[in-house]
């Protein structure tokens, strides 16, 4: 089984707010964890890559997986009406070559 | 910074139609893919490729369709007679190595099937 399950929202915030997007998954061959985001009319961008359990911040962002819960979390501090856009987290298997799976997406507004 | 391009950015094609989807992944990257998202759903796996050949393709992936590396930089996805069904964005990305390192999309072609 290979689903990823993910709350579509719509998730609305005020400006400067932390934002907390998660996703499930069922499959614990999982090894790699990404969360893109995607822009209306774009292709998705990467936004955090994270190799099994931990956490990894990059500025504004912080991911986090939790292999024993099958969970993942990207969390947004001091949210920008720039962040507002669909955010989608995605699995990989330690086999190269093979494919990413998505959750449906989040669709975050931030209003200023 | 390098990206993914894919052209065109919209193709409107008759049902029953021959369609030619084309990327042309980052320069020193090795895997391709090839994933679609239809309007509303989740982006789904078509297929992938490595050293001329596909790794994995899904069920999505029927004979219908075909990919090939025609030359050192462009990749590209065929549908031979495309259904209604098939409408949505194609998006082509590329992998410098296997999933040690992430998966870069380009922003896709739109296909419209009438």
Redesign the interface.
């Known amino acids: 089984q290979k689903e990823v399950e993910q709350d579509p929202g719509p998730l609305s915030v005020p400006e400067g707010a932390i934002v907390s997007l998660n996703c499930t998954y069922s499959n614990s061959a999982f ?2 964890f ?1 969360w ?1 985001r995607q822009y209306s ?6 936004l955090m ?1 994270t ?1 099994s359990s931990g956490n990894k911040e990059d500025g504004r962002f912080t991911a986090q997986v939790d292999k024993s819960s099958k969970y993942i979390s990207l969390f947004i501090r001091d949210s920008q009406p720039s962040d507002s856009a669909t955010y ?1 987290c ?1 699995m ?14 989040t669709t975050l507004s931030v209003s200023s | 910074e390098p990206e993914v391009t894919q052209t065109p950015s919209h193709q409107v094609t008759q049902m029953g139609q021959e369609v030619i989807l084309r990327c042309v992944p980052i320069s020193n990257h090795l895997y391709f893919y090839w994933y679609r998202q239809i309007l509303g759903q989740k982006v789904e796996f078509l297929v992938s490729f490595y050293n001329n050949e596909i790794s994995e393709k899904s069920e999505i992936f029927d004979d219908q369709f075909s990919v090939e590396r025609p030359d050192g930089s462009n990749f590209t996805l065929k549908i031979r007679s495309t259904k209604l069904e098939d409408s949505a964005m194609y998006f082509c990305a590329s992998a410098r190595t296997g999933n040690d390192q992430p998966q870069h999309f380009g922003d896709g072609t739109r296909l419209s099937i009438l």
């Not at chain 1, 009319?41 to 990467?46: A, D, I, N, T």
């Not at chain 1, 990989?92 to 997406?105: E, H, P, R, S, V």
Request: hydrophobic content about 35%; cysteine-free; aromatic content about 22%.
């Open positions: 090894q790699y990404m893109y009319r774009k292709g998705p961008e990467l890559y190799y989608l995605a990989g298997f330690n086999q190269a070559g093979t494919a990413l799976i998505f959750g449906k997406g």
